[in-house]
């Protein structure tokens, strides 16, 4: 998928071990299917009409669904149609993070956190996130804490340059953020919410206030910050 994965594991016996090999084989195998990095991903292959859907992994399906369900969430600001075709980026990676922390969690090791990219899912704790200022390098704009079952997500330009296009016009917002991180309890919601967020541009704050459980921080174009309730 075009970037870093890590794992940390906390009070893993033989069993979260083996959990854990099979979360890793697990994210390789999305990579497999979703990556538009790859020429012989399904995605890939259905965006150049050598796959036709019916022929699909059950994978594909499921995430197919999960996005149609995002855009109607989110009013359409949350789209993965991309020039025609079906591109999930904006949710696959979270979805699959997501899993993979439930899985190595589920074979009873005391704390899990996968990140990938930048965008963390954690089980148990204590864990600190840092959050990197898109305006400083090596620098941090926040820190999350977290104690039990809780994602963070970042969207923004920083890394990828400007990637998030506003889907109603098919630009980037007309208000663009230096970053949004969405913090709620699971990653597939959290990357949606950080991606649709930053589409909107300066109507985001008043949507990500209305969604319960979520909470979200932003660093302006110009340095300045803003914050949901509790975020801080």
Not at 51 to 72: I, K
Not at 189 to 202: K, L, P, S
Not at 216 to 226: E, I, K, L, P, S
Request: aromatic share 6%.
């Amino acid at each position: 998928m075009g970037t870093v994965f890590s794992f940390d594991v906390r009070g893993a016996g033989a069993r979260a071990a083996a959990a854990l090999e099979a979360a890793a084989a697990w994210l390789c195998h999305v990579d497999e299917v979703f990556s538009t990095y790859r020429q012989d991903s399904q995605v890939s292959r259905l965006a150049a009409g050598t796959l036709a859907l019916s022929g699909c992994s059950p994978e594909v399906w499921e995430v197919l669904g999960l996005c149609e369900a995002a855009e109607r969430n989110t009013g359409g600001w949350f789209s993965a149609g991309y020039a025609g075709g079906f591109d999930p980026t904006g949710l696959v990676k979270g979805w699959a993070v997501e899993r993979a922390a439930a899985m190595v969690a589920s074979a009873g090791a005391d704390a899990v956190c996968v990140n990938g990219g930048g965008d963390v899912q954690v089980h148990g704790g204590p864990w600190r996130i840092g959050v990197s200022d898109p305006l400083r390098k090596g620098a941090l704009a926040t820190v999350v804490e977290a104690d039990g079952e809780l994602a963070v997500a970042t969207s923004g330009p920083a890394e990828r340059g400007c990637h998030i296009l506003d889907p109603r016009t098919g630009r980037p917002p007309a208000e663009p953020l230096a970053s949004l991180t969405v913090v709620c309890r699971g990653l597939t919601d959290a990357d949606v919410h950080a991606t649709a967020g930053y589409a909107m541009g300066g109507r985001a704050r008043a949507w990500l206030e209305s969604l319960p459980g979520t909470r979200a921080f932003a660093v302006a174009a110009d340095g300045g910050t803003w914050s949901t309730a509790g975020a801080a």
